[in-house]
């Protein structure tokens, strides 16, 4: 079975397109800061 929503009612499934970077690059930084806390 598929994810919701990434297959449809005749059973192909579709690429979802997301973009994360702007997430990531946000971050990346803070779990960098983390890792030389510990």
Avoid: F, H, N, W
Avoid at 13 to 24: C, G, L, N, P, R
């Amino acid at each position: 079975m598929a994810d919701g929503g990434s297959e449809r009612a005749d059973g192909r499934i579709v690429k979802m397109e997301v973009d994360y970077s702007a997430t990531v690059d946000q971050r990346l930084p803070e779990c960098a800061k983390l890792a030389k806390v510990v």
